[in-house]
Every structure is written in C-alpha cells, then in structure tokens.
C-alpha cells in the first residue's frame, strides 16, 4: 500500500488531489472516473477510485463475510470500486477525526485506513465522521501517472470533503469538471498539440 510510497520529491505531488479522467479515456476501469490521490511521491502513485459504485457488494454482506457482527450495520454505506489493484482488499477513505496506528493521515482532511478494525468501527457507530469504503485501488509506477497526464488522460484539482464525501457517486465527475470550470461536453475526446 501507500506506506512504501516515500516522499522524497516534493516538486510534482499531486497528493490531496482529485484525479478527473478526460473524455477520452476509453480504459472501462477509469472512464469518467474521479480518483483521490493517497500518495504521489518520486517511487509512484496510489489513489482510491471514488465514484464507482459496486453493485454486487454491500456493507452488511462485507461484514458478515468477515464475521464482524454488529447492530448497527443496516447503515446505507455502499462499496467502491477503489480500482484495479488488490480489488479483494479493503480501503477506507475518510475524514482525518479518526486515526489507528495504521492510518495514513494524508493531510488535515482526510486519511486513509485499511484494516478490519475500522470495519468494526464504522459498523459500531464509532469510525470516522466521513468516509468511503472501497475494493482496491489505483497504482501509479514512478513517472507514469506524470506521464498520463501529460498526455492529457487526467485533469488534477484540489479535493474537498464536500465533493469526496457528499456529493453523489453518480454525479461527481460532471460536479468536479464544472467546479474547474470546464462543460465536459465541449471537451474534444482527441488529444491534440499545436
């Protein structure tokens, strides 16, 4: 996960940031995808895909196949797809109030959890005020993601908790272009160059 990540160049982090796949992505993974960058360091990237949604799965199920029993559990949390890498493992992106010895605390907003333990936490009524719960996640080799962009595949802008945590799944890529400023439907879905 991100901990082997470094940090080490401090020029071109995108760490904090919201990754806006371009029109014309055509990878299905990440085709109109928003992804919350965990990590962005000189040895790669990781992020967590955060407007996918995973039908088959669903907290309570989750629980039970990890035999966390708890109560509260009818809570409406849905699964993210996190993206293509370890998609059998759990993530939890969420609000930086809470924090485990294994949280990375990415900056005063948020932070990123991926143990069981605030599974039952969250299942308890006790975990984070905030969250998303996803099945894997997005990895960056060293210069590849600096790469994607360059060859505008992806648009960066700041996160906000706003826009990660509350807004619809479904609508968060429309609502994150409009918030750079920027009608999709204008974009051309060809890369060109002057």
Not at 105 to 124: Q, R
């Amino acid at each position: 996960m991100a901990e082997n990540l470094g940090t080490e160049d401090h020029s071109n982090r995108l760490t904090g940031s919201l990754l806006l796949a371009m029109p014309q992505m055509r990878d299905d993974r990440f085709m109109r995808s928003v992804i919350y960058v965990c990590a962005h360091t000189s040895n790669g990237a990781m992020g967590i895909v955060i407007n996918k949604i995973v039908e088959s799965v669903n907290f309570p199920e989750l629980l039970e196949q990890l035999n966390i029993g708890s109560e509260s559990a009818n809570r409406e949390i849905r699964v993210h797809f996190g993206g293509p890498v370890e998609t059998g493992r759990g993530f939890v992106l969420h609000s930086a109030d809470y924090v485990q010895d294994a949280t990375l605390v990415i900056n005063e907003n948020f932070a990123l959890t991926a143990t069981v333990d605030i599974l039952k936490s969250i299942a308890n009524g006790e975990g984070p005020k905030k969250s998303i719960l996803a099945l894997g996640y997005a990895g960056w080799e060293p210069g590849q993601l600096d790469k994607e962009i360059q060859a505008n595949g992806w648009l960066s802008l700041p996160a906000d908790d706003h826009l990660v945590f509350d807004v619809k799944p479904n609508t968060k890529w429309e609502k994150a272009m409009g918030k750079i400023g920027i009608d999709f439907n204008m974009l051309s879905d060809q890369a060109g160059h002057a």
